[in-house]
């Protein structure tokens, strides 16, 4: 069955530095590969998404993602992080319809907390 | 435009209690959604719909159950609430097959005790 993996819970970035996350997937297609973000009491936002193409992505608020096939990666970037960007963040990928996933049903990973330091 | 709106924000049930959780959205969106986050989780799809009358199972139906009368409302019905359906459950919708983003509502904090 399809599964995302984040492996990092909590990130610590100093503002103005560059931000990596990472995500691995597990599925048996060619996967639909999407970005979340959540802020405190709110719903999710879409960052960016992967479906086909070109495998470098380009999301709002900066950032940018590479699907990497050969290492069943989609990490996420930013060159330089603001305050406002600490939040919690999901990698998400479609799921199979055969698992519950007919309209486009999503799964998410555990989740990446980032906390920005001044 | 309010987008995807969910009531209540909380919610502290007994077991064996029951309750509806209510997801509208005004965008005349075809597609919705139920996903549930436990504490430390990733989101799970529970429920979806792809139009008026048109309901399916998501990754973990159990315990819930779902209907959608009008493209507006697509509430999530618990019958016999249990321990280990304390979460947050968000409500999502997008417009179609050919539309890619889906848009969350802000979540219902529901604990069962």
């Known amino acids: 069955a399809q599964s995302v993996t984040q492996p990092d819970i909590h990130i610590t970035v100093s503002e103005g530095a560059s931000l990596e996350l990472r995500c691995n997937y597990s599925?048996?297609?060619?996967?639909?590969l999407f970005w979340y973000v959540q802020s405190p009491g709110q719903g999710l936002q879409l960052l960016l998404k992967?479906?086909?193409?070109?495998?470098l992505v380009q999301g709002i608020k900066g950032f940018e993602a590479e699907f990497k096939r050969s290492q069943s990666s989609f990490n996420l970037r930013k060159p330089s992080v603001h305050w406002s960007d600490a939040a919690e963040y999901f990698c998400a990928v479609k799921l199979e319809e055969r698992s519950g996933g007919g309209a486009d049903g999503l799964t998410f990973g555990k989740g990446t907390h980032l906390i920005i330091q001044p | 435009n309010a987008g995807v709106t969910q009531t209540p924000k909380f919610r502290i049930l007994k077991i064996g209690q029951s309750m509806t959780l209510q997801c509208t959205q005004d965008m005349n969106h075809n597609y919705m959604y139920w996903y549930r986050q436990d504490p430390g989780m990733g989101l799970k799809l529970i429920y979806y719909?792809?139009?008026?009358?048109?309901?399916d199972k998501g990754e973990v139906p159990n315990g819930y159950n779902v209907s959608r009368s009008t493209t507006e409302d697509f509430p999530l019905r618990l019958e016999l609430a249990a321990p280990s359906q304390t979460s947050v459950y968000f409500c999502a919708s997008k417009g179609g097959p050919s539309t890619d983003t889906q848009y969350f509502g802000p979540g219902t904090r529901l604990t069962v005790l």
């Open positions: 992967y479906f086909s193409g070109d495998t």
């Open positions: 599925y048996g297609a060619t996967p639909y």
């Open positions: 719909s792809v139009g008026a009358g048109i309901t």
